[in-house]
């Protein structure tokens, strides 16, 4: 029994060694965990609380993407408020069959690159696309699929020149920060300085479409601030 016993915690203790080096190690976060854990907060950033809830057999009306196709372009950029100034419109679902048209005015296009041939040191906008297929919530948004959302890149370095859009606090705080008298005060940050409203149409988790307008989604322009 004792000997039983002895052999019990050998055979413990070697599976305990060798079972170590297969424990799987931290790797980067997969696709899969992105979309269980970032889509959750990306949501409250539009306005949801829960994703979106689209059956098989549903079509959106054809009067919702045609409104789609009036206030925004293929990139989902806000081009003109919506109707009577509103930033939702929701259309509540029908069970009924719809007739289903990709919008029209070339519906789906892959947005234009920003050119990046450009120095890479200055302040300067670059691409940065959200795409809706691959954070998993194609199934319920209609349009954009895809939006360049931007990014703001690269150095405000001294001098500020008028093409970074600086902000007078920026170049009064780009001069201190290079004659460097005062330790601390950093260089002006690379930021939006001009935002493009974001149309979107999907399902809401009432399986209702819904076209939303969001403030301040896309960078326009960059600047030094
Ligand atoms: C974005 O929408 C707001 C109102 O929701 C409006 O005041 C603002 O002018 C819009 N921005 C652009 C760039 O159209």
Excluded at 145 to 155: E, F, K, L, R
Aim: glycine share 8%.
């Amino acid at each position: 029994m004792a000997v039983l016993a002895n052999l019990m915690v050998v055979v413990i203790a070697v599976v305990g060694v060798t079972s170590l080096p297969s424990l799987p190690l931290p790797s980067s976060p997969t696709l899969a965990q992105d979309s269980e854990v970032s889509p959750s907060q990306l949501l409250k950033a539009f306005g949801l609380s829960e994703p979106g809830v689209r059956h098989w057999h549903s079509e959106p009306p054809q009067y919702m993407l045609d409104l789609y196709n009036e206030v925004a372009d293929a990139n989902g950029l806000t081009r003109v408020p919506g109707p009577y100034g509103a930033t939702i419109v929701r259309s509540f679902s029908e069970k009924g069959k719809q007739q289903h048209r990709p919008p029209s005015g070339g519906g789906r296009r892959v947005p234009r690159s920003v050119d990046v041939n450009t120095l890479p040191r200055g302040c300067q906008r670059r691409d940065m696309h959200v795409n809706f297929e691959a954070i998993g919530w194609s199934s319920w948004i209609l349009y954009p699929q895809v939006y360049n959302a931007y990014q703001c890149q690269g150095q405000c370095a001294f001098p500020l020149i008028q093409s970074v859009n600086p902000t007078n606090h920026a170049t009064v705080q780009s001069f201190i920060h290079h004659v460097g008298k005062a330790p601390g005060v950093q260089t002006p940050c690379c930021v939006p300085s001009l935002y493009g409203n974001l149309t979107l149409l999907f399902y809401d988790s009432e399986e209702n479409v819904v076209l939303k307008q969001y403030d301040q989604m896309v960078a326009l322009q960059c600047g030094c601030h």
